[in-house]
């Protein structure tokens, strides 16, 4: 079996706990995006996983992600590229890719962001996963990505660059990193011709997600108000 095979077999074994669907909407996400997004807790399987030379770092059935909360990242076409993983109780990401992502660009939020920019719709993009959820409450009609880090590589400017026919908003969060990153991303974008610009909110250190944490819906309409 394929490693690809095996993740998605993997996956489809693995199922969601109302103690991380309880944390997830606490941080913004709704059923329907934990449900799209395939969001699941690691149950590692039976089958230990076909790429021996992975057994050292992650364990033969992938132990290293059991009981995490799994975040799969798909291609714009639908094609499990890997996934993000994080503890409810802890700060300790860790990101899994299978070796196609090498030739896609990796969004958090693809394949359903796609339709929106298919219809020619803006998109915002901001950095992690909270950030994508908070937004989605504000983003209306927008298609709302994000990057990862407070960085766009080559491959997602050039999709941007090839699929946006609307402009593109960065939201990134308002600290030094997130600042060069907008800086950075805009002059990339601006290079290709997309049309972009910066989304100004909140205060210093605020991101979207910590903007979710203060106070849910009303904090995020008083923050991004032409939205």
């Known amino acids: 079996m394929a490693l690809d095979e095996w993740l998605e077999a993997a996956l489809a074994g693995c199922s969601m706990t109302e103690e991380a669907r309880d944390y997830l909407m606490g941080r913004a996400a709704t059923p329907e995006i934990i449900e799209e997004w395939g969001i699941k807790v690691w149950d590692p399987p039976l089958e230990p ?116 026919k609307g402009h593109v908003y960065l939201a990134y969060d308002n600290d030094p990193t997130g600042k060069k990153g907008t800086e950075d991303a805009l002059k990339n974008l601006d290079r290709r011709g997309v049309s972009c610009s910066q989304l100004r909110y909140g205060k210093p250190q605020d991101d979207p997600g910590l903007i979710w944490d203060r106070g849910g819906v009303q904090t995020l309409h008083e923050a991004f108000p032409y939205l």
């Open 49 to 164: 996983c076909p790429q021996s030379n992975l057994h050292e770092h992650y364990g033969q059935h992938f132990e290293r992600f059991a009981d995490k909360i799994i975040y799969p990242l798909y291609s714009p076409k639908g094609t499990l590229l890997g996934f993000d993983s994080r503890h409810i109780d802890r700060k300790d990401d860790v990101r899994f890719l299978l070796p196609k992502s090498r030739w896609n660009p990796v969004w958090i939020g693809m394949p359903s962001a796609m339709q929106l920019l298919w219809a020619g719709k803006d998109v915002i993009i901001v950095e992690g996963r909270f950030d994508v959820y908070a937004m989605l409450h504000v983003a209306k009609d927008r298609a709302v990505l994000g990057s990862g880090p407070a960085h766009l590589s080559w491959k997602q400017v050039e999709y941007l660059a090839r699929w946006v």
